[in-house]
């Protein structure tokens, strides 16, 4: 039965039985990885630690043959986001980029650009703290990365570029509208929203989120990403609402 490496990092975890538990992850080469820690509930497992929300950790599986999940051989941690003192608006925000990946990405099909966007995300975390710009960016990039953000640089209708100059975006076709093909209808993006929407595909999320936008910007991007989550998803995260709450009483 062949062994698997892989970098990880841990979404989440659940209890399977009175000493097991199932954890999830998202692999450097694998995607999604469901897998059983045995024995991880135990007061003396070496794993317990390892198998934290949000570790970076380097990951050996097996897998048998027609099971859906895999089994923990060992692990060795790289880096824990959660475990020097982080704030609350991180472990709120780092929760939800958790769920988020967890709900986007499939089991067992590689998907490397999403399992670097998360890492650098939490990285730009740690270093600059949690920001509304992260988290638009984190977002827009989760749904560029599977294919469900659509084109919004030129007109669906008239061809006409609109990329600098604000747009109407009507999330259940896809479609964009400049303002004269709008008639008034769609979701409005104004000028500087649409041009931070172009930054974020250009920009790592360092360089972004040291950029200073107006207040217009958040309040646009978030009823875009939160719409077109919600359209593909078909409900609101949790994680979300409760994130929300704390970044709203800083």
Known sequence: MPTHESDAI?????????????????TREHGKVRAVARGVKKPKSRLAGRLEPLNHIH?????????????????EIIHSYLGKNPSL???????????????IIEEFSPNYPLYRLLLASLNAAERLGISQSLIRY???WCLKLNGLLPNYVYCSNCGKCVKDEGFYARLESGKVRCEACSYGR??????VSAVALQMI??????????????????????RLTQ????????????????MKEVLRDR
Do not use: W
């Open 10 to 26: 841990v979404l989440r975890q659940y209890s399977l039985s009175e000493s097991d538990r199932i954890v999830v992850f998202i």
């Open 201 to 222: 595909i250009k920009l790592s999320p360092e360089k972004f989120v040291s950029r200073v936008f107006s207040g217009a910007v958040d309040v646009d991007l978030e």
């Open 138 to 140: 984190f977002e827009i």
């Open 186 to 191: 769609g979701l409005h993006i104004r000028a």
């Open 89 to 103: 608006q991180q472990i709120y925000a780092y929760t939800y980029f958790a769920e988020l990946i967890n709900e």
């Open 59 to 75: 990951l050996e599986f097996y897998i048998r043959e027609g099971h859906d999940l895999a089994q923990v051989r060992q692990t």
């Open 227 to 242: 719409g077109l989550l919600l359209l593909n998803l078909g409900k609101h995260l949790k994680s979300y609402g409760a």
